[in-house]
């Protein structure tokens, strides 16, 4: 049995709370608060001893746990997972803008969490490709809106997800790139990647939906098939006069059970998680040439690296 | 205003695609068809296809277009050639006073889209270029982005793909075995429908369809395209693969007034979809967004033994066809332009052609107006 630490908001030990039964071989028996505000909130995630904050459990408390969830901004990240990693503790880490100056090869355990990675529609689409029953991906078309409130801070944090499931459908990194922002919108973005042999995705991202729903569609055109992910595709209706309004059916948080049993089953089975460093590290490279992209008004070129 | 109740004459000046163009005038009451006239310098089955579908029609085909212009008493020519004889039959009708409809693409050059533009002027006849633009829900995409739902558009996306097979798949040639002739294969094609690209000039899904989706975006948002950045591949089909021309394309647009946007388009084969295939508008605003099927309304018909390659989902209401016959016809009763004129499509095809240039280049290119 794995002894989990958890590292971050109470909010986010609610949501590992009510996942904990669904998780095999692992149980959560520490938890830091990010906010000292958040006291004695890791209660969710069960039976855990709470501690004042992260340096105190890296400081105090290491034979509490076997290995550490942290779920903080970015820049606070880093420095947590080189503490993880100075404590020889594998950990599972928010998504990265830097990487941490501690990993090595030699390091423990380290899983980037690509949560995106692990929505149910994004892991059919996933095997179908990987089973070879696309064919050989050709085009990836993403649509992704947000409400402001619900929007990362940052245009790196925002366009982070997308990029790296490109990078990932794609396995590779894009050859050129090419930006465009709204001139009337600073919460849109839209950027054309291509890869080679003529592969190529196109993706937009705006954050400027009114507060509610989200909205993400994701389609892959294989040489054999294609997949469609389309949250217009999975919504009912509800009639209360006037026009209907759409009603998106919830999902529940499949994806973070299943990155943490992957977590956990890499550190059992004691092979590289699914998620990797370099993936990580592939998306931020692509991500900030995106940026450029646009800032500069040019196709940004790169040699594939692979 | 002329005589609303007056029923236009036209001449099909070859028909040798499908033949839904010359059928959609047929079939609105204001319009009859009253001949099929070609080149007598024709190939035989271009002379073979207007007989066929001058004897369905019940009407005469005459191999020899000038002296149809003078003996049939004509207000209008439906154009649907070859791709790279568009334009040509276009300008002979207009220039003998008639009004033209034509089958897309507009041309396979841009200097023939020019070449009409400045004929229609000139004539002072109307031009109207097929398309989609009256489908239902992209009428209801255009009453919503109208009426300010979504408050000021700032970006639009079109994702075309025609889940449709064209001949052999990419990689099945065998070694020793010639390359496939475009024009030998188009003609082959005409059998299943599949033969949007006929005549001599190979061209990509970019040039036989790209029309549809710029349409929606030149209506939707009554903007120029100024630049475009595009990617192309031949990812589906040998015929394209062996001619050189795009099955697959992903378009970056920039229009007028700071609009952004994109079109994904392709031919992707019968089987990446249960139907014609996935066609989708996404537009934001200031307000909100947009998502819009292209194919709704429709109703969903599965039975035993039922063929594979039928559509399970059937469109209905569809009164495209009527309606833009209904548009041009107003268009002559009223003399305002019709829904998709010369210039419109002229300017489509600039973008098309700035896109492949693109796509060669691998740098982001002018639409030149």
């Known amino acids: 049995m794995i002894r989990l630490a958890f590292i971050g908001q109470a909010t986010t030990a609610e949501a590992y709370g009510s996942i904990r039964t669904q998780l095999h071989r692992a149980s959560w028996t520490a938890f830091a608060p990010i906010d000292i505000a958040d006291g004695q909130d890791g209660r969710p995630l069960g039976q855990v001893v709470t501690v004042a904050s992260p340096k105190v459990l890296f400081a105090e408390h290491t034979n509490d746990f076997d290995a550490v969830v942290i779920d903080a901004a970015f820049g606070q990240a880093e420095n947590l997972v080189d503490a993880a990693s100075t404590a020889s503790k594998p950990t599972l880490a928010s998504p990265l803008l830097a990487n941490p100056s501690t990993l090595s090869p030699a390091s423990p355990l380290f899983m980037p969490a690509h949560t995106w990675r692990f929505l149910p529609s994004i892991r059919a689409i996933k095997r179908s490709l990987d089973s070879g029953k696309l064919g050989e991906p050709g085009l990836l078309r993403i649509h992704r809106w947000l409400p402001l409130t619900a929007s990362p801070q940052t245009l790196a944090e925002r366009i982070l997800p997308d990029t790296d499931l490109a990078c990932w459908m794609f396995d590779g990194e894009p050859e050129k790139i090419w930006t465009l922002q709204s001139s009337d919108n600073p919460n849109y973005i839209q950027f054309h990647l291509g890869y080679a042999n003529d592969r190529m995705a196109m993706i937009d991202i705006t954050s400027s939906l009114p507060a509610g729903c989200d909205y993400f569609s994701l389609s892959i055109i294989g040489g054999a098939g294609a997949a469609y992910a389309d949250d217009h595709h999975n919504m009912n209706l509800i009639y209360t006069g006037s026009q209907p309004n759409a009603l998106l059916i919830n999902q529940g948080r499949t994806d973070l059970a299943g990155q943490l049993q992957e977590f956990v089953d890499a550190i059992h089975e004691q092979r590289p998680a699914a998620v990797i460093l370099e993936d990580a590290t592939r998306a931020n490279a692509v991500s900030e040439q995106i940026i450029a992209s646009a800032k500069l008004n040019q196709v940004i070129e790169r040699k594939e690296n692979n | ?369």
């Open chain 2, 1 to 369: 205003m002329a005589d609303p109740q007056k029923k236009f004459r036209a001449a099909v000046l070859s028909v040798v695609k499908h033949d839904y163009l010359p059928m959609a005038v047929a079939a609105h009451p204001r319009f009859e068809l009253v001949v099929v006239a070609d080149d007598a310098g024709s190939p035989d089955w271009v002379h073979e296809r207007n007989q066929q579908f001058a004897d369905k029609s019940g009407i005469p085909y005459v191999r020899d277009v000038a002296k149809t212009f003078t003996d049939y008493d004509l207000d209008l020519a439906v154009v649907s050639s070859e791709a790279e004889r568009h334009c040509d039959l276009a300008v002979r009708a207009t220039d003998a006073q008639l009004h033209v409809i034509a089958d897309k693409p507009m041309s396979t050059r841009l200097s023939d889209c020019d070449r009409l533009v400045e004929a229609v002027q000139r004539n002072k006849v109307k031009f109207l270029l097929w398309n989609r633009n009256l489908l239902p829900a992209v009428i209801q995409t255009n009453e919503a982005i109208q009426s300010g739902a979504i408050g000021q558009l700032q970006a639009i996306h079109i994702d075309f793909y025609f889940s449709k097979d064209a001949g052999p798949t990419k990689g099945t040639r065998q070694p020793g075995d010639p390359p496939i002739n475009w024009l030998d294969h188009q003609i082959e094609a005409h059998a299943d429908g599949s033969d949007g690209g006929v005549g001599i000039e190979a061209v990509g899904e970019l040039q036989i369809e790209g029309v549809y989706p710029l349409g929606y975006i030149r209506m939707l948002t009554g903007a120029n395209v100024r630049r475009v950045f595009t990617r192309t591949a031949t990812h589906f089909h040998q015929a394209n693969v062996d001619n050189s021309v795009d099955d697959l394309a992903t378009v970056s647009l920039e229009l007028d007034r700071g609009i952004v946007g994109s079109l994904c388009i392709g031919r992707i084969g019968a089987s990446s979809h249960p139907d014609i295939g996935e066609i989708k508008i996404h537009a934001i605003g200031s307000k909100g967004g947009l998502v819009i099927a292209e194919a709704r309304p429709e109703v969903s018909i599965y039975y035993r033994d039922q063929p594979p390659a039928e559509f399970k989902n059937e469109r209905v209401a569809n009164e495209n066809d009527f309606l833009l016959m209904d548009n041009f016809a107003h268009a002559l009763d009223t003399d305002c332009e019709p829904i998709l004129n010369a210039k419109d499509g002229r300017d489509i095809a600039a973008t098309v052609f700035a896109a492949l240039e693109s796509s060669k280049t691998g740098q982001p290119v002018e639409v030149p107006y």
